[in-house]
């Protein structure tokens, strides 16, 4: 379904990079979204209404909520396609996450207003008709909404959005949550025992978990999470195929919605070689990560000593004292500076956030196990977060 009506209406559709072709995929989803949506909210309403039952009609409810929510990704897409500006310099791909959030909110909000009516109804019973239309308006349902998970999901893998992500875990619960509407009614119907109200609370209690999920995942967009391990590998995989350099540290990756990678990262090279040969190098690696990956990233050249035998000798010591301590723990920007009563050894320590012992208890450790090899040593260290 998607590949077929993406070809329709979609141009240059593989290339996902384009806002265009994002925008083209969100409102894709959007549309159908809404049609079929309102296509249940009529029929279940329908039902609902003619049968008395409250869990179908909170069902009717949830699918006119999913309809609006189709709408708000609408708009999302619309304006995350916009150009950067003035007031905003790295674009407004990021209005995704707003919109999933917004999403999220609603979902919530539905969520506890048919927790409310459900328990109402268990409190305060009323009689449920049977009709054979509740099966086969409530069976559709179930195959529209698995049918919407399936559309939704692959689109957000193939676009990378979470706000399309969002809708279709949402149309995930409905689907659990409109089976478990029909189950009530057809064990209502054969066994004489009135659930409408406690699975009306179930459902709602279903799409309330839904809700919350999304906006777990949402949350952490927003408020910043690890880059993606493919995406770090991948720009370690390009660096690592030029031979001069030498190592790579410090790097951070900020994503700025989907799309929108920006880097920056430590590139160590040889200090004896020519400064503009380097930095050649530099630019050339920037342009590829760029052109390849789609990510803007800025490279700091840093010099090192490779031509001393003292400090390589010196600096393969000081790796293995500080291997010693956690195998997890990495130096770079090593430098020895003798000075007429002691010696300075300046250098960085990477050390995981998983890490169990506190930065001064790393540099008192490392400064002993430094102290050892000579006890005019000193470790000036910098600890680096991984």
């Known amino acids: 379904?998607?590949?077929?009506?993406?070809?329709?209406?979609?141009?240059?559709?593989?290339?996902?990079?384009?806002?265009?072709?994002?925008?083209?995929?969100?409102?894709?989803?959007?549309?159908?979204?809404?049609?079929?949506?309102?296509?249940?909210?009529?029929?279940?309403?329908?039902?609902?209404?003619l049968t008395g039952s409250i869990s179908i009609s909170a069902d009717a409810v949830n699918s006119l909520a999913d309809a609006g929510t189709s709408v708000?990704?609408?708009?999302?897409?619309?304006?995350?396609?916009?150009?950067?500006?003035?007031?905003?310099?790295?674009?407004?791909?990021?209005?995704?996450?707003?919109?999933?959030?917004?999403v999220a909110f609603i979902i919530l909000l539905i969520g506890f207003e048919l927790l409310k009516s459900s328990v109402g109804k268990i409190i305060e019973p009323t009689g449920t008709e049977f009709s054979i239309f509740t099966v086969i308006v409530l069976g559709a349902s179930v195959l529209v909404k698995l049918g919407l998970y399936l559309f939704n999901m692959r689109i957000s893998?193939?676009?990378?959005?979470?706000?399309?992500?969002?809708?279709?875990?949402?149309?995930?619960?409905?689907?659990?949550?409109?089976?478990?509407?029909?189950?009530s009614a057809l064990i209502s119907r054969f066994l004489g025992v009135d659930l409408d109200g406690y699975m009306g609370a179930v459902v709602a209690v279903m799409i309330m978990i839904a809700g919350v999920k999304v906006l777990n995942e949402t949350k952490n967009s927003i408020l910043g999470e690890a880059p993606d391990a493919e995406v770090v590998e991948s720009i370690k995989r390009v660096v690592n195929e030029y031979p001069e350099a030498?190592?790579?540290?410090?790097?951070?990756?900020?994503?700025?919605?989907?799309?929108?990678?920006?880097?920056?990262?430590?590139?160590?090279?040889?200090?004896?070689?020519?400064?503009?040969y380097t930095h050649d190098v530099i630019d050339n690696i920037e342009k590829r990560l760029r052109s390849e990956l789609n990510v803007e990233c800025t490279i700091h050249l840093d010099p090192i000593v490779t031509d001393d035998e003292e400090v390589t000798n010196m600096r393969a010591l000081v790796e293995k004292t500080v291997s010693d301590i956690d195998c997890e723990l990495k130096?770079?920007?090593?430098?020895?500076?003798?000075?007429?009563?002691?010696?300075?050894?300046?250098?960085?320590?990477?050390?995981?956030?998983?890490?169990?012992?506190?930065?001064?208890?790393?540099?008192?450790?490392?400064?002993?196990?430094?102290?050892?090899?000579d006890e005019n040593y000193f470790a000036v260290i910098t600890i680096d977060k991984e």
């Not at 996902?16 to 949506?37: K, L, Q």
């Not at 609408?74 to 917004?102: N, Q």
């Not at 929108?260 to 020519?274: F, K, M, P, Q």
Request: with cysteine; proline share 3%; aromatic share 8%.
């Open 246 to 276: 030498l190592g790579i540290h410090d790097m951070v990756v900020h994503n700025y919605g989907p799309g929108r990678t920006i880097a920056s990262l430590h590139v160590e090279v040889d200090g004896a070689e020519n400064v503009f």
């Open 72 to 102: 708000i990704s609408l708009v999302s897409f619309k304006i995350s396609s916009k150009p950067a500006d003035r007031k905003h310099p790295f674009g407004h791909a990021r209005i995704e996450y707003v919109a999933s959030m917004i």
């Open 157 to 183: 893998k193939k676009i990378g959005s979470v706000v399309i992500k969002a809708t279709a875990t949402d149309s995930l619960s409905d689907a659990a949550a409109t089976t478990a509407v029909l189950l």
């Open 1 to 49: 379904m998607v590949e077929l009506l993406s070809k329709l209406f979609i141009k240059n559709r593989e290339n996902i990079s384009d806002p265009a072709v994002r925008r083209g995929y969100g409102t894709m989803s959007g549309i159908v979204g809404i049609i079929a949506n309102v296509l249940l909210f009529v029929g279940k309403f329908a039902v609902g209404t």
């Open 331 to 373: 130096i770079h920007d090593f430098r020895f500076v003798k000075g007429n009563t002691h010696t300075n050894l300046i250098f960085d320590v990477v050390v995981p956030f998983e890490c169990r012992l506190s930065d001064e208890e790393i540099k008192r450790r490392i400064q002993e196990g430094i102290g050892k090899i």
